[in-house]
């Protein structure tokens, strides 16, 4: 059997960006494209931001990698920011989304380790969600899909229907450590969490003495408008794994969490070999500048504002085909009536516009979050025209 070197584990498309400027990309021959899938919410400030990429190019100049046997001044420095700005006490750096997870889910279990209930390890989970492609991670779904022909899983997880808080009430038992959420499910579908169910599991955490970790590598770091989506609403998490947007495009992730929930994270418990390096650590410092500055985030709220109006204006005209709109600030996705893989790959191949399928026949449109409104209006305008010739599917 030919095997090819680069080992044949995505279905890749005929899109072969070699380099990025701002909101757009450019393909090995000259063509261009304008990037609403920011590598799956990951290039939040676009490609090419000069002070991002300016801190990169000075930290490689300094000193990349070190090994975490070492003081990090550059990890203290942002971990300090990150916890000034948010919920947590103490943040634990990965390399990736799935690393972030799998820090989660130890830091869960081992807060009742420490607490003398070892039994209580036990995390319910929800459908359709996505937590990464570790053993751990979709272990945490029940997605067949991720799952087929990687049995026998990790055990310590129960699964609810998302939105639903009775069914997930349900499921809590004296093996039950807490509950591991989407704020909104990015793979699933772009589907957002209800105030009333985010905020029920929160108060069955605080009756059952149990954890509440919420998964916000996609739907965090300004994607809704806010720092984190929890932030709008109203709930306070005991751990959060973050990522993507985190870097801007360099590899990192987070695992934050409060003191009393990381309490068990003592010497030994986790560890990295990369993680918290100081080019990581640059990057994120970089994005964080960025984020942080004063109307940046009001700037994603307007934009997603615009953006979901722009959306809502067009689905009349093509009714035929689009379904609405949901999600939360620049996380939004557009429901279609047949295969959204199918009208993405059209939207790409022959309109010059990059989107995300995702579960229920849902399109992801995930911008950079430095968007201005022309690059709104040209995306509007891409959509229109593909689905104006757009012929779905016999079979959709």
Do not use: W
């Not at 920011?38 to 990429?53: D, E, M, Q, R, Y």
């Not at 169910?197 to 965090?220: I, S, T």
């Amino acid at each position: 059997m030919s095997m090819p070197a680069l080992m044949p584990v995505y279905p890749r498309c005929e899109v072969r960006p070699v380099r990025g400027e701002g909101c757009y990309l450019i393909g090995e021959n000259g063509e261009r494209y304008l990037d609403f899938a920011s590598g799956i919410a990951v290039n939040c400030l676009g490609h090419g931001h000069p002070h991002l990429t300016r801190a990169i190019a000075d930290q490689a100049a300094t000193l990349m990698h070190v090994s975490n046997l070492y003081g990090s001044p550059q990890g203290e420095a942002l971990a300090e920011r990150i916890v000034a700005n948010s919920f947590a006490d103490t943040v634990f750096f990965t390399n990736s989304g799935a690393e972030a997870v799998e820090c989660a889910i130890k830091t869960a279990r081992r807060y009742h380790f420490a607490n003398g209930q070892p039994e209580r390890h036990r995390l319910i989970t929800f459908n359709m969600a996505f937590h990464g492609r570790t053993l751990g991670a979709i272990s945490a779904t029940n997605q067949e899909k991720m799952r087929d022909g990687f049995e026998p899983l990790l055990p310590g997880f129960a699964y609810a229907t998302f939105n639903d808080l009775d069914s997930a009430l349900a499921l809590i038992d004296g093996e039950t450590a807490g509950f591991l959420v989407e704020p909104i499910q990015g793979e699933g579908g772009i589907r957002a969490a209800t105030p009333e169910f985010l905020q029920g599991l929160r108060k069955a955490c605080d009756e059952h003495g149990l954890l509440l970790v919420l998964d916000e590598v996609q739907c965090g770091y300004g994607r809704t408008g806010t720092l984190f989506a929890h932030e709008q609403y109203g709930v306070v998490p005991d751990i959060v794994a973050a990522a993507k947007g985190i870097g801007g495009g360099f590899p990192l992730g987070a695992c934050l969490a409060t003191a009393d929930a990381a309490r068990g994270m003592i010497f030994g418990t986790h560890g990295s070999t990369y993680g918290g390096n100081p080019l990581a650590m640059a990057a994120g410092s970089a994005v964080l500048d960025v984020m942080l500055d004063e109307g940046f985030l009001d700037h994603v709220k307007a934009m997603g504002d615009r953006l979901r109006q722009g959306l809502e204006q067009m689905i009349p005209n093509h009714d035929h085909l689009f379904e609405g709109v949901r999600g939360m600030g620049l996380m939004l996705g557009l429901k279609l009536k047949s295969d959204s893989r199918r009208f993405v790959a059209h939207c790409r191949d022959h309109h010059g516009l990059l989107t995300v399928a995702a579960g229920e026949n849902v399109v992801r449109i995930l911008p950079p979050l430095v968007i201005e409104e022309a690059h709104i209006a040209e995306a509007i305008e891409k959509l229109s025209e593909a689905a104006r010739v757009y012929v779905p599917a016999a079979d959709d």
